[in-house]
């Protein structure tokens, strides 16, 4: 089945850094998805990036996809304490998603 | 801006009892999801509703587990018999197309 990956499971950084993640995946794509959760919170569709692009942007935002390795990156620059969440990335239709177990980003002031 | 509210946020029920988990979804959304998050695990697709039926589901949702649309705004799960592996935070998620977006949750303690 279609699934993602991310790494690393973990990420701890200063506030003003830059906070990259990453995704691997199985099977062809249409698109590839990255959700926030803040925790005990619901999930938060960050960006959504299609199979025939190579990088989107979005404020803070830099997601790149590579289909010829399977995977996708997220980065978050400039990184503040709100941005202290985890992060997934989800592929699959639009009616079923297949999530990974994340990545735990904390942000310190 | 428009969400996805979804009630109680905490529901706790003993062994056997049947729970009804309710949600709002977004007004002029037409695709109605239900995922669940036991804790520390990923995110799992249960079903998808659409013109007032099933559209998918996943191997979790079995006999127990049922959805309807009672009404032209609410969106609920049920779990006939619930057991101590229910224990998860449930999501409801709606959609014009894509993306989904997400409640924040009822988290489900099946005691």
């Known amino acids: 089945s279609q699934q993602g990956e991310e790494d690393p499971q973990a990420l701890s950084i200063q506030e003003g850094e830059n906070a990259t993640m990453n995704c691997s995946y199985k099977?062809?794509?249409?698109?590839l998805q990255w959700y926030r959760q803040n925790s005990g919170r619901g999930l938060v569709h960050l960006i959504l990036?299609?199979?025939?692009?190579r990088e989107k942007h979005s404020g803070r935002l830099r997601v790149t996809l590579d289909t010829s390795k399977k995977s996708s990156s997220l980065l978050i620059t400039a990184s503040r304490a709100a941005d202290t969440a985890s992060y997934f990335c989800?592929?699959?239709?639009?009616?079923?998603?297949?999530f990974g177990k994340g990545t735990m980003l904390l942000v310190s002031p | 801006e428009p969400e996805v509210t979804q009630t109680p946020s905490h529901q706790v029920t003993q062994m056997g009892q049947e729970v009804i988990l309710r949600c709002v979804p977004i007004?002029?959304?037409?695709?109605f999801y239900w995922y669940r998050q036991i804790l520390g695990q990923k995110v799992e697709f249960l079903v998808s509703?659409?013109?007032?039926?099933?559209?998918?589901k996943s191997e979790i949702f079995d006999d127990q587990f049922s959805v309807e649309r009672p009404d032209g705004s609410n969106f609920t799960l049920k779990i006939r018999s619930t057991k101590l592996e229910d224990s998860a935070m449930y999501f409801c998620?709606?959609?014009?197309?894509?993306?989904?977006?997400f409640g924040s949750g009822t988290q489900l303690s099946v005691l």
């Open positions: 007004s002029n959304h037409l695709y």
């Open positions: 989800a592929t699959g239709s639009y009616s079923t998603l297949t």
């Open positions: 099977t062809s794509i249409n698109n």
């Open positions: 998620a709606s959609s014009g197309r894509e993306p989904l977006f």
């Open positions: 990036i299609r199979s025939n692009e």
């Open positions: 509703f659409y013109n007032n039926e099933i559209s998918e």
